[in-house]
Nanobody, 126 residues
């Protein structure tokens, strides 16, 4: 497992942008698929984006395609989520997650990930 700490959340107006960061500890970060999930009050956890251990493959939830971009820097043990054209419905706690590529579940599924951060709040005002 890796230890994960998110940062970069905050309050932004609709149409604005935020960049979330996730710092990972552990020498094996570059071996892990990484993902972002979110959970709004009263709603189930939702897949947002994921990136393979190599960075060659990325995945996005339908609600964020074309607006959000996931990236990683293995030299810095970090993964990022650039969020543009934010909407009030993007308001949620955003969680960073790490998972072993060899697990049978898909990188779009929470079951693929066994390391989770504590989350960072993103609030988009209308």
């Amino acid at each position: 497992q890796v230890q994960l700490v998110e940062s970069g959340g905050g309050l932004v107006q609709a149409g604005g942008s935020l960049r979330l960061s996730c710092a990972a500890s552990g020498r094996t970060f570059s071996n892990y698929d990484m993902g972002w999930f979110r959970q709004a009050p009263g709603k189930e956890r939702e897949f947002v984006a994921a990136i393979s251990w190599s960075g060659r493959s990325t995945y996005y939830g339908d609600s964020v395609k074309g607006r959000f971009t996931i990236s990683r820097d293995n030299a810095k043990n970090a993964v990022y989520l650039q969020m543009n054209s934010l909407k009030p419905e993007d308001t949620a706690v955003y969680y960073c997650a790490g998972g072993w590529p060899g697990t049978p579940s898909l990188p779009t599924e929470a079951a693929h990930f066994d390391s989770w951060g504590a989350g960072t709040q993103v609030t988009v005002s209308s």
